[in-house]
């Protein structure tokens, strides 16, 4: 079982900027896809976007332009460079490793592990 721990969430003012960081264990990390997700309360858990083995990225339309998802295969590491928040970026955030990139309709399906996020609150 690869184990996955997000971290870097926390209080942020409105504008401001975070950076979380996704670290897993396991020797394949750089064959696998990787998925960042949000869930705010009484909402369902929904990709803020994903990495490709490769490097290739997928973004949700409304955190284009604002976030940006990075890979250190050496460190077994993603990362999640969200600048300009707003208050409706207020969510649990989660990383999930192993799922399936889907280039032809920019998305990704979620498989394997998952951490147990990391809490991104902005007040406004």
């Known amino acids: 079982q690869v184990q996955v721990v997000e971290s870097g969430g926390g209080l942020v003012q409105t504008g401001g900027s975070l950076k979380l960081s996704c670290v897993t264990s396991?020797?394949?990390?750089?064959?696998?896809?990787i998925g960042w997700y949000r869930q705010a309360p009484g909402q369902r858990r929904a990709l803020v976007g994903a990495?490709?083995?490769?490097?290739?990225?997928i973004y949700a339309d409304s955190v284009k332009g604002r976030f940006t998802i990075s890979r250190d295969n050496a460190k077994n590491m993603v990362y999640l460079q969200m600048n300009s928040l707003k208050p409706e970026d207020t969510a649990v955030y989660y990383c999930?490793?192993?799922?399936?990139?889907?280039?032809?309709?920019?998305?990704?399906?979620?498989?394997?592990?998952w951490g147990q996020g990391t809490q991104v609150t902005v007040s406004s």
């Open positions: 999930n490793v192993g799922g399936i990139y889907h280039s032809d309709i920019s998305g990704y399906s979620p498989l394997g592990s």
């Open positions: 396991g020797s394949t990390f750089s064959i696998n896809a």
């Open positions: 990495i490709s083995s490769g490097g290739s990225t």
